[in-house]
């Protein structure tokens, strides 16, 4: 009953059928189940690079709230509409990141990508 529940391979996934049921005792189960739990499918390393990639040391210090804009803020900044401001970023005119379905900027960037907007001579 329980193998037809479980998608995730156990470490006694390679024996057969009769022996997988005589080493499957509660037990014994629990190593392998909490195991499990820290590591990662194949399938995630397409998607997360190793750590050792995110791994470098800042040459700025850490982000605060005041350093995170969101479009109404950078609207705000900026004085144009919100949707103005949405349009520049998907366009990549403005400098932005998209976290799930959330639009964010950075200060520092938005300052840079204004100033050298401007100094473009727009």
């Known amino acids: 009953g329980r193998e037809a ?19 499957g005792d509660a037990a014994e189960q629990a190593p392998d189940e909490s195991q499990s739990l820290h590591q990662a499918p194949a399938e995630a390393a397409q998607w997360f690079p190793p750590m050792s990639a995110h791994t470098h040391i800042p040459s700025h210090p850490r982000l605060t709230r005041e350093d995170v804009l969101d479009c109404r803020q950078v609207a705000d900044l900026l004085h144009m509409p919100i949707s103005t401001v949405l349009e520049y970023a998907r366009r990549g005119l403005l400098p932005a990141r998209k976290l799930g379905r959330r639009w964010i900027f950075l200060r520092d960037e938005v300052e840079a990508a204004v100033r050298s907007a401007r100094a473009g001579g727009a």
């Open 5 to 23: 529940h479980s998608n995730v391979p156990t470490a006694g996934a390679d024996l057969g059928p009769g022996q997988a049921r005589q080493a």
